[in-house]
């Protein structure tokens, strides 16, 4: 029930709420959105929203990860959750995956890395007590 990306288009609101997407939760900060107001975007689209701003490795954190959790656990639906490339997303998601769903470290890792998670894992490791990548 969750689907990850980066910045969905305007136009792609109604296509995910098409594949059963109830609520979309974006991690961008108003500074990167620009004039666009995605809030309205996706609540015209009839969908739920939350923000939740990260705005970089500073707010990858076992607090922030819990709050997405929360959110997605809450949702009524299927889930999107978007930054603008996926990193952020993966990252937190790995933390969370760690925290609350039962996986190892290293499992809630590659969780990470398939939701996204790039050139934030070393913040990731640090935060799940793993080894710095040799």
Known sequence: NLVTGGQPRVEDWLALRGRQVTTVINLRTDAEMGDRDEA?????AGLDY?????????????AHADQLWQHIQAAPGRVMVHCA??????????????RHDH???QQALEFGKRAGLTR????VREVLDLPAKP
């Open 50 to 62: 939350v923000q939740i701003p990260i705005a970089g490795a500073d707010d990858i954190d076992a």
């Open 40 to 44: 309205q975007e996706v609540r015209a």
């Open 103 to 105: 996986m190892s470290p």
């Open 120 to 123: 934030l894992e070393p913040k």
């Open 85 to 98: 490339s996926g990193n952020r997303v993966g990252a937190l998601l790995a933390i969370a995956a760690a």
